[in-house]
T-cell receptor, first 114, second 114 residues
Framework: AQSVAQPEDQVNVAEGNPLTVKCTYSVSGNPYLFWYVQYPNRGLQFLLKYITGDNLVKGSYGFEAEFNKSQTSFHLKKPSALVSDSALYFCAVRDDSGYSTLTFGKGTMLLVSP | SAVISQKPSRDICQRGTSLTIQCQVDSQVTMMFWYRQQPGQSLTLIATANQGSEATYESGFVIDKFPISRPNLTFSTLTVSNMSPEDSSIYLC???????????FGPGTRLTVL
């Protein structure tokens, strides 16, 4: 069975500072890893994914994530946080079999203060 | 990416009634899914909607409570039957264009059951 752990319920950061939202995973086979963001009263928006290749993945809105196979982690990062980045962030994993479904973490609320 | 619309966007319903949620995609997709997001919680997969055949339900979800249709490659419906206040959630449609592609989400339907 596959699983995702987001150890922090909430991350607080000041605007302009770097941010990290942590994610670790467990999956049989090779992982496909995703980050999504949910703004209040909105659906999920895709940020970035790792399928194969370069371990550092760049995505929307200046976000990036680093795949670390030995630590089974896929932490989301941004060099300089914006107040508008405040939202709920979900990490998700599926395996590389043809029709595997996504498993989501519980989500991490990011609060960026002015 | 696919453009996904859901109807209704929100509804308030009485206990014991049923609500059908529609999901429309602007292009043909391989897979369609229905998720539930209970207040303050992560996403839980209800079922995979299969074109022309019965949906594949996850553990804890049954067809009598959540009947699903998928008549073609761009449209699906989810019915929440005999509703109770515990069914109050956001219901999200999700699609994958091809097997290895990103999974995209609709804007969600916010359901409140009184």
């Amino acid at each position: 069975a596959q699983s995702v752990a987001q150890p922090e319920d909430q991350v607080n950061v000041a605007e302009g500072n770097p941010l990290t939202v942590k994610c670790t995973y467990s999956v049989s086979g090779n992982p496909y890893l995703f980050w999504y963001v949910q703004y209040p009263n909105r659906g999920l928006q895709f940020l970035l994914k790792y399928i194969t290749g370069d371990n550092l993945v760049k995505g929307s809105y200046g976000f990036e994530a680093e795949f670390n196979k030995s630590q089974t982690s896929f932490h989301l990062k941004k060099p300089s946080a914006l107040v508008s980045d405040s939202a709920l962030y979900f990490c998700a994993v599926r395996d590389d079999s043809g029709y595997s479904t996504l498993t989501f973490g519980k989500g991490t609320m990011l609060l960026v203060s002015p | 990416s696919a453009v996904i619309s859901q109807k209704p966007s929100r509804d308030i319903c009485q206990r014991g009634t049923s609500l059908t949620i529609q999901c429309q995609v602007d292009s043909q997709v391989t897979m369609m899914f229905w998720y539930r997001q209970q207040p303050g919680q992560s996403l839980t997969l209800i079922a995979t909607a299969n074109q022309g055949s019965e949906a594949t339900y996850e553990s804890g979800f049954v067809i009598d409570k959540f009947p699903i249709s998928r008549p073609n490659l761009t449209f699906s419906t989810l019915t929440v039957s005999n509703m109770s206040p515990e069914d109050s959630s956001i219901y999200l449609c999700s699609v994958v264009a091809r097997v290895v592609d990103t999974q995209y989400f609709g804007p969600g339907t916010r359901l409140t059951v009184l």
